[in-house]
T-cell receptor, first 113, second 110 residues
């Protein structure tokens, strides 16, 4: 069973605020991912990392940024939140090697007023 | 991006019946295939993985893979109302990217 933690679970905040969504995993997984998913819609990959100091943008353009300073930690930051950022943000990780399944955290549901 | 196609549904089956969920993929070089279950408002949960042609069984779940036809399916036997969820097919393409389908919504009616 994967141990991947996201905080906060829910966040309601006003426009213009800086937001950081936290994601941590305790399994030593080298690969980590951020997805965005609106209710009833498909997953969209917005960022991924294959290791410390490695970050890449995903398939969906996002105004968010990420960092990977430690293996276990992959935070996502929005410098100035807008209502269009309202969505569910899912963090995932996968073990070293090719073709490993991704394991997801519980997600952060973000609402920007 | 390589394509992973699923019928969006909803697929409705009566309790106790077999639910059959299907997925096709475009990259013939794909090697690894996964099924995730996602309840409404929750995150995806890995339920099956399959790497070789044929069937793989785990409890009430059977994954079937046919690489020649580029087709992977998930059978759920003795379907229960608690199986009602969206099922996501995920495929690693030859470029080592994991591509998710849009998911099939399953409704099991009592």
């Amino acid at each position: 069973e994967a141990d991947i933690y996201q905080t906060p679970r829910y966040l309601v905040i006003g426009t213009g605020k800086k937001i950081t969504l936290e994601c941590s995993q305790t399994m030593g997984h080298d690969k980590m991912y951020w997805y965005q998913q609106d209710p009833g819609m498909e997953l969209h990959l917005i960022h991924y990392s294959y290791g410390v100091n490695s970050t890449e943008k995903g398939d969906l353009s996002s105004e968010s940024t990420v960092s990977r300073i430690r293996t276990e930690h992959f935070p996502l930051t929005l410098e100035s939140a807008r209502p269009s950022h309202t969505s569910q943000y899912l963090c995932a990780s996968s073990a070293p090697g090719t073709h490993q399944p991704q394991h997801f955290g519980d997600g952060t549901r973000l609402s920007i007023l | 991006q390589k394509e992973v196609e699923q019928n969006s549904g909803p697929l409705s089956v009566p309790e106790g019946a077999i639910a059959s969920l299907n997925c096709t993929y475009s990259d013939r070089g794909s090697q690894s295939f996964f099924w995730y279950r996602q309840y409404s408002g929750k995150s995806p949960e890995l339920i099956m993985s399959i790497y070789s042609n044929g069937d793989k069984e785990d409890g009430r779940f059977t994954a079937q893979l046919n690489k020649a036809s580029q087709y992977v399916s998930l059978l759920i036997r003795d379907s229960q109302p608690s199986d009602s969820a969206t099922y996501l097919c995920a495929v690693y393409d030859s470029g080592y990217a994991l591509n998710f389908g849009k998911g099939t919504s399953l409704l099991v009616t009592p």
